[in-house]
């Protein structure tokens, strides 16, 4: 029998059930993204070389980046012409008709990348870097490190790295370079200073195929703003 009593406390249970907040849907866990894979071998430490090279760092680098031979997208192009894409950030060196070996690279950041057809004029081991006046200009701190000052010395520190192929235009030195000391993190992004960075493992691969008197292409970016940018 429901009496006064009961009746009153039944509405006070059904006004608490009313203002409670309904039941909580399901959360949905993000599923991480599948771990990278372990590098190859010819990312670890180089220990024969003037200065070491240290190795890569696991779990950085991403596959689409790795060195590896591709399908050739230019089979007109002469063998030993470098291709090099700044929108995907890769380096293409046409072995064969059909064959390429593609390398991830860092480019140059909007305002400083160049495109065109220059010439492999020639290479170095080890380089100096001679930092432009233009440079120069813009990062005073850098005068110690000019041409008429000859220049940083080779090893570490030196953001040549390990090799350097030099682009000329007409016989003209274009300044601009692919070269090696590229960190894994800026693989795939803009750098300000310009230039075609490589990893050091990768360069050293490079100038070991590398033609001299062969073409090097740098594509128009068609992304205005560029890559993401690392300063």
């Not at 849907?25 to 993000?30: C, G, K, L, T, Y």
């Not at 771990?35 to 779990?59: C, H, K, M, N, W």
């Not at 520190?157 to 682009?167: D, E, F, I, K």
Request: net charge neutral; glycine share 8%; hydrophobic share 40%.
């Amino acid at each position: 029998m429901l009496t006064r009593r009961s009746f009153v406390a039944f509405g006070a249970m059904a006004g608490l059930a009313a203002c409670a907040s309904p039941p909580s849907e399901p959360v949905s866990r993000a599923i991480a993204p599948p771990p990278i894979p372990s590098l190859p071998r010819f990312y670890g430490a180089i220990t024969d070389e003037p200065y070491p090279i240290s190795a890569v760092q696991e779990g950085i680098l991403s596959p689409d980046l790795w060195r590896q031979e591709v399908v050739n997208r230019w089979p007109s192009y002469a063998p030993g012409t470098i291709v090099i894409d700044p929108d995907a950030a890769v380096l293409h060196f046409v072995e064969t008709p059909d064959l390429a070996m593609r390398y991830g690279v860092s480019v140059g950041a909007a305002g400083f990348a160049w495109q065109g057809t220059a010439r492999l004029q020639f290479q170095r081991e080890w380089p100096r870097w001679k930092v432009p006046a233009t440079m120069i200009e813009r990062k005073p701190e850098l005068e110690p490190y000019s041409v008429a000052n000859g220049g940083m010395d080779p090893g570490p520190g030196n953001p040549m790295g390990a090799r350097a192929l030099y682009l000329f235009q007409n016989g003209v030195d274009t300044l601009y370079r692919v070269h090696g000391d590229a960190s894994p993190r800026e693989l795939g992004k803009a750098v300000s200073s310009g230039c075609i960075r490589m990893l050091n493992q990768d360069v050293i691969d490079l100038y070991d195929r590398a033609i001299h008197g062969a073409s090097v292409i740098v594509l128009p970016s068609m992304k205005p703003q560029g890559l993401a940018q690392v300063y």
